[in-house]
Every structure is written in structure tokens, then in C-alpha cells.
Nanobody, 126 residues
Framework: QVQLVESGGGLVQAGGSLRLSCTAS????????MGWFRQGLGKEREFVAA????????YYGDSVKGRFTISRDNAKNTVYLQMNSLKPEDTAVYYC???????????????????WGQGTQVTVSS
């Protein structure tokens, strides 16, 4: 069982930045593909970003491409989501996800991930 703990959410003005972190309890973190999803109030769950186990491949949702960056530090069992140029429509609960995988695998499908964090709230004011 892998536990994921997100941090770094909060309130920020439009145009600002936040960095989310997700620390995993997995002893073999380097063998897990990681990702982020979000869900706004009354909205459907949305894919944000994914990164392969090796960190060599990344994938972004269309609404965040060019503004958000996903990265990982396998030595710290942590994946990050740097969010720049934030917009009010980015307001949501952000969830960290993980799945045991090959070095190059990543996915935008929520059912591809076996483990989900509790979520961290991001609120962007206009």
C-alpha cells in the first residue's frame, strides 16, 4: 500500500504561482508513474499532468500546458507541480496519483492510477 501526502495548496491571486508537493511512502518510488488530477466544485475530475517513473517523459492537460510543470525527485520520494500564471478557473482540489509502472509509462486516464492522495485545495482569486 502506498500513501500519498500532498502539500502546498492555498490561496493566491490570479497571475500568481504555487508549488504543490506530493510525498509517497513507497520504498521503490522510482518505479511509480506519478500524476496530478483536479476537481473543481461542481465540475468533473480533470487530468492535469503526469510524469514517468524515470522522469524522462511528461504529459499535460490542454488547460495547463505552458503554465504548469511536473517534476520529481526520486531521492526524496516526491513529485512536484509548479503552477504559474494561475487563473481563477484553476481553483480546485488537486490530487496526487501513483501507479507501479515501467520506466517510460504515463497516462492521463484516472483509472490508470492505483493510489490517490487526500487532495489539497488551491484557490485562485480574481
Amino acid at each position: 500500500q502506498v500513501q500519498l501526502v500532498e502539500s502546498g495548496g492555498g490561496l493566491v491571486q490570479a497571475g500568481g504561482s504555487l508549488r504543490l508537493s506530493c510525498t509517497a511512502s513507497a520504498r521503490t518510488f522510482r518505479t511509480y508513474a506519478m500524476g496530478w488530477f483536479r476537481q473543481g466544485l461542481g465540475k468533473e475530475r480533470e487530468f492535469v499532468a503526469a510524469i514517468s517513473a524515470s522522469g524522462g517523459s511528461t504529459y499535460y492537460g490542454d488547460s495547463v500546458k505552458g503554465r504548469f510543470t511536473i517534476s520529481r525527485d526520486n531521492a526524496k520520494n516526491t513529485v512536484y507541480l509548479q503552477m504559474n500564471s494561475l487563473k481563477p478557473e484553476d481553483t480546485a482540489v488537486y490530487y496526487c496519483v501513483a501507479t507501479l509502472s515501467t520506466l517510460t509509462y504515463y497516462s492521463r486516464r484516472p483509472d490508470a492510477y492505483d493510489y490517490w492522495g487526500q487532495g489539497t485545495q488551491v484557490t485562485v482569486s480574481s
